[in-house]
């Protein structure tokens, strides 16, 4: 499957969206990463936060018209990538 759109949201926490697509079937990967917390005191001796992933999901669609953002975590990445790749299917609601 080849990659057709990728796009991360910014932030303490990031949020990203996948697509991949064999020109069939579409499959849409979610991850989310957040960032452990420290204190002043551990920032003060050098220690860095580190990424934690917190969410990483995989859903798979036979065609564009299955896909139901209100359905689907991320949803504004969703959508952003069915406006982008598929503009006919804009704004469709559950």
């Known amino acids: 499957m080849e990659e ?6 910014k932030g303490r926490v990031t949020k990203s969206l996948a697509v991949y697509s064999d020109g069939q079937r579409l499959k849409l990967h979610y991850l ?6 420290i204190t002043r005191e551990q920032r003060m001796n050098g220690e860095k936060e580190q ?6 999901e995989v859903y798979e669609f036979d065609n564009a018209e299955a896909i139901n953002p209100a359905l689907l975590p991320h949803r504004e990445l969703t959508e952003a990538f069915l406006i982008e790749c598929f503009p006919h299917n804009e704004g469709k609601e559950a």
């Open 4 to 9: 057709i759109f990728y796009r991360r949201g």
């Open 51 to 56: 990424r934690v992933k917190t969410f990483d």
């Open 32 to 37: 989310a990463f957040d960032r452990t917390k």
